[in-house]
């Protein structure tokens, strides 16, 4: 408190700098992994040694090139931290089971080198790292990427290449409950949609990632996959469907809500989340892609400092107190 003998001396006070929350690094890391560990187990259990051998190779390839850019950086090493294993992880998600080891690699690498260190390390990234390593491996080798024409052994199918290709008659017989364990063609953890799910709301109760860009994702894509099957339904199957499959929950738990790419207020967070499902539909519907999801993500990731411009009124304001600050200002100008 200021003296009131003179009322020139102003303290500013504010809490002490080792006071904090309890939250580290290292702890939200812990509870990602948890939070993926279903899908992986599920993956594995479904794919074998090749799923292994992905998921590891994507992990152990993100460490290593994160140390050797921190090394050259003259930096910390911080591989203790749990977020370069997440982002090989979540990239080993993208990729079909029978992607060859030099594929996996070079994606990983991509995506620790030029998606992370590149722009100064973590939180640092305007866009999702493990997303720039997918794109980059994506459109550089499509045959590779393409669970459709390099798994040729399985039964299974992708559900959004029928969809795209044949209309809602080709999902006529696809099963909700198939879809939600993961019993589809994809990428190798992106499938296991029901596995994902209750890792993502793992990640919202404990208060790891806010609900507010989950649910508005979700809401986008439903909202606009409704639309299209009222418009006409032989054409555009239902929105369950559009949920279910592809990597939409990955994108909306886990891609879309990386801490460095995303505003943080409630406004913009349910405006970012929404214009990306909305995205999700129209890439899938009017592209050239089947899932569009992880594109949906990078073009809202881009858009991100924009949504956080928009700010609602201070604490106590009332309404059309910005028109009375501006009136204020002009008769004082005068």
Same mark, same amino acid.
């Not at 509870?31 to 998921?55: C, D, K």
């Not at 749990?82 to 992880?89: D, H, K, S, V, Y």
């Not at 999801?293 to 809202?300: D, G, N, R, T």
């Given at each position: 408190?200021? $003296?009131?003998?003179?009322?020139?001396?102003?303290?500013? @006070?504010?809490?002490?700098?080792?006071?904090?929350?309890?939250?580290?690094?290292?702890?939200?890391?812990?509870?990602?992994?948890?939070?993926?560990? &279903?899908? *992986?187990?599920?993956?594995? =259990?479904?794919?074998?040694?090749?799923?292994?051998?992905?998921?590891? =190779?994507?992990?152990?390839?993100?460490?290593?090139?994160?140390?050797?850019?921190?090394?050259?950086?003259?930096?910390?090493?911080?591989?203790? $931290?749990?977020?370069?294993?997440?982002?090989?992880?979540? =990239?080993?998600?993208?990729?079909?089971?029978?992607?060859?080891?030099?594929? +996996? #690699?070079?994606?990983?690498?991509?995506?620790?080198?030029?998606?992370?260190?590149?722009?100064?390390?973590?939180?640092?990234?305007? %866009?999702?790292?493990?997303?720039?390593?997918?794109?980059? @491996?994506? +459109?550089?080798?499509? *045959?590779?990427?393409?669970?459709?024409?390099?798994?040729?052994?399985?039964?299974?199918?992708?559900?959004?290449?029928?969809?795209?290709?044949?209309?809602?008659?080709?999902?006529?017989?696809?099963?909700?409950?198939?879809?939600?364990?993961?019993?589809?063609?994809?990428?190798?953890?992106?499938?296991?949609? !029901? #596995?994902?799910?209750?890792?993502?709301?793992?990640? +919202?109760?404990? !208060? +790891? %990632?806010?609900?507010?860009? &989950?649910? #508005?994702?979700?809401?986008?894509?439903?909202? /606009?996959?409704? *639309?299209?099957?009222?418009? $006409?339904?032989?054409?555009?199957?239902? &929105?369950?469907?559009?949920?279910?499959?592809?990597?939409?929950?990955?994108? /909306?738990?886990?891609?879309?809500?990386?801490?460095?790419?995303?505003?943080?207020?409630? @406004? &913009?967070?349910?405006?970012?989340?929404?214009? !990306?499902?909305?995205?999700?539909?129209?890439?899938?519907?009017?592209?050239?892609?089947?899932?569009?999801?992880?594109?949906?993500?990078?073009?809202?990731?881009?858009?991100?400092?924009?949504?956080?411009?928009?700010?609602?009124?201070?604490?106590?304001?009332?309404?059309?107190?910005?028109?009375?600050?501006? #009136?204020?200002?002009?008769?004082?100008? *005068?």
């Amino acid at each position: 408190m200021s $003296n009131p003998g003179n009322s020139d001396i102003l303290l500013a @006070i504010s809490t002490p700098p080792f006071w904090h929350c309890g939250r580290t690094i290292p702890k939200h890391s812990l509870h990602t992994l948890l939070a993926l560990a &279903p899908a *992986a187990l599920l993956s594995i =259990l479904q794919w074998g040694v090749p799923a292994v051998r992905v998921m590891a =190779l994507a992990v152990l390839t993100a460490l290593v090139t994160e140390a050797v850019c921190q090394t050259l950086m003259k930096r910390k090493l911080t591989q203790d $931290n749990g977020t370069a294993a997440i982002t090989g992880l979540l =990239l080993a998600f993208l990729l079909p089971a029978s992607a060859p080891w030099w594929l +996996v #690699a070079l994606g990983s690498a991509c995506a620790i080198g030029i998606g992370r260190m590149a722009f100064g390390g973590y939180g640092a990234n305007q %866009v999702s790292a493990t997303l720039v390593g997918w794109a980059l @491996i994506f +459109v550089s080798f499509p *045959a590779f990427m393409d669970p459709t024409s390099s798994l040729l052994q399985t039964s299974l199918f992708d559900p959004l290449l029928r969809i795209k290709y044949f209309g809602s008659a080709a999902a006529a017989d696809l099963s909700l409950t198939d879809l939600l364990l993961g019993r589809q063609l994809g990428g190798l953890g992106a499938a296991q949609s !029901g #596995a994902l799910l209750l890792g993502g709301l793992y990640l +919202v109760l404990r !208060g +790891v %990632v806010r609900w507010e860009i &989950p649910l #508005a994702f979700l809401l986008g894509v439903l909202a /606009a996959a409704s *639309a299209l099957h009222l418009m $006409n339904g032989a054409l555009y199957a239902g &929105p369950l469907v559009h949920l279910a499959s592809g990597s939409t929950v990955l994108a /909306a738990f886990f891609l879309a809500t990386e801490d460095s790419c995303s505003p943080h207020r409630r @406004i &913009p967070m349910l405006c970012y989340g929404l214009i !990306g499902g909305v995205l999700v539909m129209l890439i899938r519907t009017f592209g050239i892609y089947t899932d569009g999801a992880p594109f949906a993500v990078m073009l809202i990731n881009l858009l991100a400092p924009l949504f956080t411009l928009i700010r609602s009124r201070p604490f106590g304001a009332r309404p059309g107190w910005k028109n009375k600050a501006a #009136a204020e200002q002009r008769r004082t100008e *005068a």
